[in-house]
């Protein structure tokens, strides 16, 4: 029954979503559907038939077992119902932000995340690509948050409605508005937002984990707003995968050695940036801005190396050959 509940507010989201890409797409996908789908979709289905015949409803499981059980945060406090349920959401959405990033963090659950980022494109069908441990190692957890959290069933159903649903917008083709693109980051994470999650450069992957709201990003400074080369020249993908992998490869992905997503990054701010130029061995610095940009607070750096942001893969790679002093990209 609850798996009906859930089924048919995400068929008729994503129905939805893939007419809009049709109309109106965001950007021209650099490989066809046909090359994409089989996999992308082949995984969904896979997915919604292991958990039918596997766990079922867990989530919902999890919240009346809690409530029988009275155990959990809100049950303890016994809180009204119109504040557990927007509370759970709330808390759910966040255990789902802090879950996604550790999918980035420890090599072995990246292994497993890596199937949702090897898609060469963006769109609705990729926020249901996902390797069925990542699914079931997600349901285990939000079935952990539910019980601590006493999470009335409502909210456990609602949650993963929304979860479905935002996940298919976020990650849909569609173009918005500027306008009104800039007006739902307040408040909905945008396929705007959440494609730059999707770039190839690791600096970009390592922003925007949130599913639903874009609170959690923005609390945790893990915000970017725009990437490096803007919404249609950004390279979607991991570096390593440049050609659409078939559904059964995709499946092996978690058990094959790949290279981590290496974090040798950090950033700086302009002041530790003026500390490190006063330094002995000062930082290479590539300077991307925009000469109006020169009036921040930064202004014009002394000996920085000024390129055209298109330049910027060629002069990173030289670089990385033969690199003895840091980099730092303005
Ligand atoms: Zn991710």
């Not at 809690?66 to 303890?76: D, N, R, S, T």
């Amino acid at each position: 029954m609850e798996m009906w509940i859930r089924f048919w507010p995400f068929f008729a989201v994503f129905s939805i979503m893939v007419t809009w890409e049709c109309l109106s797409p965001r950007r021209i996908l650099s490989q066809r559907r046909a090359e994409r789908w089989p996999t992308n979709l082949g995984l969904t289905l896979l997915n919604m038939v292991l958990v039918w015949a596997v766990v079922g409803g867990l989530a919902y499981m999890a919240a009346t077992f809690a409530a029988e059980q009275q155990i959990g945060l809100l049950h303890w406090v016994s809180a009204p119902f119109w504040f557990a349920v927007p509370a759970s959401i709330l808390v759910l959405d966040f255990a789902l932000y802090v879950q996604h990033r550790l999918f980035h963090s420890f090599p072995l659950l990246w292994r497993v995340h890596q199937v949702h980022h090897a898609d060469l494109g963006v769109d609705a069908t990729t926020g249901l690509r996902f390797h069925p441990i990542e699914i079931f190692l997600s349901l285990a957890y939000k079935a952990v948050v539910i019980i601590a959290l006493g999470a009335p069933a409502w909210a456990a159903v609602a949650f993963e409605i929304l979860l479905n649903a935002t996940s298919v917008f976020n990650h849909s083709n569609v173009s918005l508005p500027e306008r009104l693109d800039q007006g739902l980051r307040w408040f909905l994470v945008t396929p705007d937002m959440h494609r730059i999650h999707h770039s190839t450069r690791a600096v970009e992957t390592h922003a925007n984990f949130g599913f639903s709201v874009p609170w959690w990003d923005r609390l945790c400074r893990t915000y970017r707003a725009e990437p490096a080369l803007g919404q249609l020249g950004l390279e979607i993908g991991l570096s390593w995968y440049r050609a659409s992998l078939p559904l059964g490869q995709v499946l092996l992905l978690p058990f094959q050695t790949s290279p981590p997503l290496e974090k040798t990054w950090k950033e700086v701010s302009p002041l530790q940036l003026r500390e490190m130029l006063a330094e002995e061995n000062p930082p290479y610095v590539l300077d991307v801005r925009d000469l109006g940009e020169f009036t921040g607070e930064l202004g014009h750096i002394a000996g920085a190396h000024l390129l055209p942001v298109s330049d910027l893969d060629k002069r990173l790679n030289e670089l990385a050959l033969g690199r003895s002093r840091p980099v730092v990209l303005v």
